[in-house]
Every structure is written in structure tokens, then in C-alpha cells.
């Protein structure tokens, strides 16, 4: 209860700085935004400065606002779109992922390992952007506005792995239930862990080996306690950014035409900055070129033939109906439309 407490409070606290500093006439629209994480690039490049400093630019002001990350806040993420439902926030950021505890159709664009290029994953976004845009509107009163990767998610390890069957055994940290799907697939051990406890549970030896983005590996030197890299692509760590729709009504046609326009331009900006985010942190991660800094000097495995082979049974006999059992047979006909058409896969309902 005293720790409830105290989260409630700290949570409260950085809401009224929030409501201190959103001065504004009386015409003025004030939105409050939440972000993901702080100590991520995507907050810090596109996130912050969108809401913080660029809405306010290209309105004149007419919109001003102001967005915190997740990580200032101290909330874990399940919560926000709870928050945002209840107008506690305007618009969020996060990962549809997390939010699949109300319903596990918010998984089907990022689902484990079935996507290794980004221009594929741009295309699986797109074809379900109409499915969880519905989603959020029926689940969260919420209007969608853009969805966004990032940098893809690999395995890091403690030990040499050649390739998938080396990951038997394993515990590896995982955040989302698709990742689970996969790791338990390949016979390791799925054990989920928030990001920020991961240097103490590699300590204690409670993991042996993360599942994380490719900048996210290396901005948190997760080399310096794990020197081996396996550059399976099991996810993309997909991100949405939604607003209360009943803010959203409040806008008028004009400056909802113009927030329109503005979060397109941001999504294009984050696709691509995540394509070349991903290169850059797999060269700084092993040995070079580095454009940031120290070398991680990982030693990196890319899959093999057989690998992909073993990928290509697990998404058939373990990720897609892992994900059906949880989404039900609408979600799934839904799915084989959608995402399903675009893959060349077909997900089965029991």
C-alpha cells in the first residue's frame, strides 16, 4: 500500500508541474501527452520534440502542449491507454503490445519473427492500421493517428549462439506475450523483465539473454555484460501515438487537418530514422564503423538458411496459433484479410 502510495503521489506531482507550465489563452487548446521511454532515441528525437516544441510552431499556438515519458511519470505502460480513456492524458505514445491484455487483436501487426525486413514491416502496419484504428476507438475512445517501429528487436547472450537450436535452455528476458511464443518455441525460457531491471537480473543471473532493439542494446552498453549478438529479427518493437477522442472532436476541422498532416510527416521521419538506427547500432554493437561512439565489439551471428527454415515452423506450429488461441476467430478471419494477405500466411482458428 505505501508504495502504491508513494507512485500515486509522484504520478499526481508531475502531473500538476504538467498542468503549471500549459499556460494559455482562453481559445488556446492544451493537450497533455505521455511518451514511451525517456532514455530511448524515439522519445528523444521524435516524441518530445513533436509535442513539446513543433505543434505549438505550426499552430501559432492555437495548440499547445506539453508530453512527459512513461519512464518521468515512473508508469510501466500497461496503464496509459486506461489513462488516456479516462482523459487523465490527451494523446499517447506505446506499444500496442502492451495493451493487449484488453484485447490481444492490438498484437497482430508485431507478431514474433515473422517479419526480417522493415519494408515488409511498413507494409504489415499499413494493411492493420484499419483494424486497430477501430480498436482504439471501440476500447479506449481513442483516435489512432500513426504507427511506427522501433529499431528491430534481436537476441543478446551471455554465450556463443550459432543460430536457434543454441537458444535451448536459455531463460530470455522478454516484454510481450508474442515474444514468449517464440522463445518458448525455440525450448528457452521466457522470463519477463522490465527494461530497467535488466543489468541487475543479468547480474544475478536470473537471465541469460535479453530481447531488445538494436539501439536500445547499445545506448545501454548491454555489451559490456553481454559480448554475443543473434541478429534473428523477432520483432519491431511497433509503436502507436492516439488521442482521446473526444479532445480529438474538440479540435475543428482545421487544426485536426493539421495534426493530420504534422503526425504523418513524423511517421515517415521515425521509419526511416529507425532504418538507419538499425545499421548504425549493429555497427557500433560489433566492430565498426562507429558514428557514436566507443565500439561494442559484440560478436554478431547473423541467421542461417536452417534458422530461417526453424523460424518458418515456429510462426506456423507456435507464434500464429499462440496468438489465435489468445485473439478468437473474428480477430483471426480479420487477421488472414489483412496482415495475413500481405505475408502470404494463413493464421487457423480452432
Known sequence: MIKQFLRFMTFSLALLVGQQTLVAADNTVIIKAIGTWGYFTNYQKHEGPFWNKRIAQVTDKQIISEIKPQTELNLSGIEIMRLVKQGVFDFAFGLPGYVNPESAIFEGADLSALTQSIDVQRKVSDAYFPTLEQAFKEKYNAQLMTLYPFPSQMIWCKSMIRGVNDLKGKRIRVYLATLSDFVEGAGAIPVNVPFKDVPEALSNGSIDCVI???????????????????????????????????????????????????????????????????????????????SLGELGNMRLVEPSVADLKIRDTLVREVILPGWVERCGPECTANWNRTVGKVLGLRANAK
Open 212 to 290: 531488445t532493439g538494436t539501439m536500445s542494446a547499445y545506448t545501454s552498453k548491454l555489451y559490456e555484460m553481454l559480448p554475443y549478438g543473434f541478429t534473428l529479427r523477432v520483432g519491431w518493437g511497433l509503436a502507436f501515438g492516439a488521442m482521446n477522442l473526444d479532445k480529438w472532436n474538440l479540435l475543428g476541422n482545421e487544426l485536426q487537418a493539421t495534426l493530420n498532416q504534422e503526425m504523418a510527416a513524423l511517421t515517415e521521419e521515425m521509419w526511416l530514422e529507425t532504418a538507419t538506427e538499425d545499421a548504425i547500432a549493429l555497427d557500433c554493437l560489433s566492430d565498426g564503423p562507429c
